[in-house]
Nanobody
Framework: QVQLVESGGGLVQAGDSLTLSCAAS????????VGWFRQAPGKDREFVAR????????NYADSVKGRFTISRDNAKNTVFLQMNSLKPEDTAVYYC??????????????????WGQGTQVTVSS
């Protein structure tokens, strides 16, 4: 069992940067693949990025590729989402999610077993 808590959201202007954090409980967090998803009002939850437990490899949605970077600090049980060149269309509630241990997740919410409560990111034009 793992609990996830996101932080770092806020109100920024277009072109600004923001870093989200996802802090996890548990001593074996390094064995979990972690993903970031987002959900805008009236829209489905969509994949943003993931980082795989085994080798630290990453995947990104096309809409954020080149602007967002996912990383992790296993010693601190934390995964980060660095967001640069933010756009108004990035406005959403951002969620981090984790698989079961040794899972690889996917680019859909179905691949994840644990979710945080979300943090709001609002980008004004």
């Amino acid at each position: 069992q793992v609990q996830l808590v996101e932080s770092g959201g806020g109100l920024v202007q277009a072109g600004d940067s923001l870093t989200l954090s996802c802090a996890a409980s548990g001593r074996t967090f390094s064995r979990y693949t972690v993903g970031w998803f987002r959900q805008a009002p009236g829209k489905d939850r969509e994949f943003v990025a993931r980082i795989i437990w085994s080798d630290g490899s990453t995947n990104y949605a096309d809409s954020v590729k080149g602007r967002f970077t996912i990383s992790r600090d296993n010693a601190k049980n934390t995964v980060f989402l660095q967001m640069n060149s933010l756009k108004p269309e990035d406005t959403a509630v951002y969620y981090c999610a984790a698989t079961n241990p040794y899972g690889f997740g996917s680019d859909t919410p179905i691949g994840y077993n644990y979710w945080g409560q979300g943090t709001q990111v609002t980008v004004s034009s």
